[in-house]
Structures are given as C-alpha cells and as structure tokens.
Nanobody, 128 residues
C-alpha cells in the first residue's frame, strides 16, 4: 500500500508564492512517477505538473508554465511544487498522485487515470 500525503497549502495574495510538498511511502520512491493535479469548485480535476521517475523529465500545463516548478528529492521521498506569481485562478484543491507501474524512467504521466495512488489534497487560495 502506497501512502501519499500533501502539505504546504494555504492562503496567499496574488503575485505571491507557495511550495507544496508531497511525501510518498510504501515502495522505493524513485520507482514512482509523480504528478500534481488541481480541482477548483465546479470544475473537473486538471493536470498541473508531472515528473518522471528520472529527475529532469517534467511536463506542465500551459496555464502554469513559467510560474510553477515540479521537483523531486528521492533521498527524502518527496516531490515539490513551487508555485510563483500566483493568480486567483490558481485557487483549487491540489492533489498529489503517484504511479509505480510505469517501466519508463523518462515518460511523464499527464492524465489522472494513469495514476494509481492519490493524496487527500491541500487547499490553495489566492486572493486578489
């Protein structure tokens, strides 16, 4: 059983920054592809950023490119989402996801159904 736990959400003013963290346990962390998704009220869950098993292979939604950065520290079993220049439209519950079934070390998973394990989510609210 893989346990995924997010932290770091909160309330921030537009233009500010937050860093989300996600810790995953249960298997060798370096064998997981990891991703961040978000869901705003009344909207579907959407992909935000993903990182492959190999550090350096990443993908971002167009809406966050240049503002958000995903990274992973395999020694700490943690993936991060650094969010800068936050906008009110970034307000959502942010979810961390993990998948250990991919054999590829460089493919980034961008669709929610590709991920097997999910955290409970952390709220990010950006005020205008």
């Amino acid at each position: 059983q893989v346990h995924v736990v997010e932290s770091g959400g909160g309330l921030v003013q537009a233009g500010g920054s937050l860093r989300l963290s996600c810790a995953a346990s249960g298997r060798t962390f370096s064998s997981y592809a990891m991703g961040w998704f978000r869901q705003a009220p009344g909207k579907e869950r959407e992909f935000v950023a993903g990182i492959a098993r190999r550090v350096g292979s990443t993908s971002y939604a167009d809406s966050v490119k240049g503002r958000f950065t995903i990274s992973r520290d395999n020694a700490k079993n943690t993936v991060y989402l650094q969010m800068n220049s936050l906008k009110p439209e970034d307000t959502a519950v942010y979810y961390c996801a993990a998948d250990g079934s991919s054999k590829s070390t460089i493919v980034v998973l961008t669709r929610s159904h590709e991920y097997e394990y999910w955290g409970q989510g952390t709220q990010v609210t950006v005020s205008s």
